[in-house]
């Protein structure tokens, strides 16, 4: 088995800096590339390039009123375009979010995700780590929300992003690698 060069690409919007915190550990993990929605809902031109390019993409955004904010949706209602062409069919697909209390309907946000990868034909990667969900776990366990499909935060709202559960980071850290290596497995195949 050859080893397959994997690019990884992190499209997230942030509204406070909590979920541009969390894309950092998912780069961190994955070996990934940042690409940031800024406050208007737009990536750079270059951003798309890198997007069709990428082995893998990840999404990122905070959970507002029970799904991703309008930034991010703005964002996916663009991707129409790669979709027409079928230009991510087979890619990998990941995701993450945040939000201020501990459900914050963050599921929603991670499904929304979902159905976004799928509408492209692409593969979705699961977080495939155990929830820290007994007595002795901790604020600073791995997976302490109790997320499958993807990687979950909680940053209190009056908290700043340098406040962040270390857990929510590591997690968020470890999904990358994991990601990068779902994309790896499935690139050899693809080559062999």
Known sequence: MTQATITTAIVYHSGYGHTHRLA??????????????????????SAWQTLHAADAIIFGSPTYMGGPSWQFKKFADATSKPWFAEQWKDKIFG???NSATLNGDKLNTLQYFVLLAGQHGGIWVSLAIKPSNVKASKRDDPNRIGSYIGAMAQSDADAAPEEMSVGDLETARRYGIRVAEVAARFAVTRSA
Request: proline fraction near 4%; hydrophobic fraction near 50%.
């Open 24 to 45: 950092e550990a998912v780069a961190n993990g994955a070996a990934g590339t940042l690409i940031a929605i800024d406050a208007e809902g737009n990536i750079p031109e």
């Open 95 to 97: 995701g993450f979010t």
